[in-house]
């Protein structure tokens, strides 16, 4: 079995003023764990290329001692599918506080895929999953519109990929990426609900291409789905060359807040009313969706942590 597993302290920098680790540095603990189990997998330089899921159950404290294990559950040629666990340690008791499935693949120094040398048997179940991120992938690279236009509430958050944001071959970190996704749109979230909220999970997102150091990366958010203490807000992510004016599109996801008063407790929010008929057609699918991201999580919450 390829596994790895990886310790994190909480300190004050990586939690919010409740204490709660954040969510956008607990997901990147996530996937440096993942990256690390790659690297090793992969033997050589990787990618990035999907998440099918990332849900944070509960909230590391200041203090905690975050346990991360990462799990390789199939290959094929060049891509690996990887299943990460982050677990709070309590004296000698460990909780499952988040769960993610994420699929990398090995590149050259180039960026482009390259064959690896290790085979871990695929399932049927796997092998299901590996044919819905290619079903995915293909329905997104098909619609590079703007998402903020007919939509009721969105912003854009937009800034220059540094040298520190990256990995030696030039190209961004998926942990950082994460956590400018989970800044930008909880930021979203928090204007709409004029109030605090806590990252629930990320949803499904298949990366079409690298954004790459000096790009300019634009991460357009809007409200796409309102609950009566919850809400969605989707993504639209851009790459763009300033020298050329060249525009990528990277990726679509949705992450998934509470809105929360200040005692954490859930807090009632406004109903988000549909503008246009396109908001309203985002507004079914992410009601669909969600049926079917919480009957996933009820099931991956009885993980144990082993």
């Known amino acids: 079995m390829y596994r ?3 310790y994190y302290n909480v300190f004050p920098w990586h939690t919010n003023h409740f204490g709660s680790l954040h969510g956008g540095i607990y997901m990147s603990w996530l996937i440096d764990t993942a990256g690390i189990l790659m690297s090793g997998v992969s033997q050589g330089n990787y990618l990035l290329a999907s998440v099918d899921y990332l849900y944070l159950f509960k909230p590391a404290r200041l203090g905690d001692i975050v346990k991360v294990i990462a799990e390789a559950k199939a290959s094929w040629k060049s891509s690996v599918e990887i299943e990460v666990r982050g677990c709070i340690k309590k004296g000698s ?3 499952l506080g988040a769960i993610g499935l994420m699929s990398y693949v090995a590149v050259d120094e180039n960026g482009r895929p390259r064959p690896l040398n290790t085979k871990i048997e695929p399932t049927k179940e ?8 290619l079903e995915r992938k293909k329905a997104i690279s098909n619609d ?3 998402l903020l236009p007919g939509m009721t509430f969105g912003r854009s958050y937009i800034r220059t990929i540094y040298p520190e944001h990256g990995f030696g071959n030039g ?3 998926a942990g950082k990426m994460y956590m400018m996704l989970d800044e930008a749109l909880a930021i979203v979230a928090k204007m709409y609900s ?3 909220t806590f990252t629930a999970s990320a949803g499904s997102a298949d990366f079409l291409v690298p954004v ?3 790009d300019i990366l634009e991460i357009q958010g809007a409200v796409e789905y309102t609950g009566n203490t919850s809400l969605d807000v989707g993504a639209k992510v851009f790459a763009i060359n300033h020298f050329t004016g060249t525009r990528r599109l990277v990726s679509r996801t949705v992450f998934s807040f509470v809105s929360i008063d200040d005692q954490a407790k859930p807090r009632p929010i406004t109903k988000l ?3 246009s008929d396109y908001e309203r057609k985002i507004i079914e699918e992410r009601v669909r969706e969600r049926e079917e991201r919480v009957k996933m999580g009820k099931i991956l919450q009885q993980r144990e942590c082993q």
């Open 171 to 173: 190209i961004l970190y």
């Open 93 to 95: 008791h460990e909780e």
């Open 4 to 6: 790895t597993e990886t």
């Open 194 to 196: 004029k109030g605090n």
């Open 126 to 133: 796997a092998e299901e999953r590996r044919l819905k991120r």
């Open 273 to 275: 009313e549909p503008s």
């Open 212 to 214: 790459k150091i000096g």
């Open 144 to 146: 590079t519109s703007e």
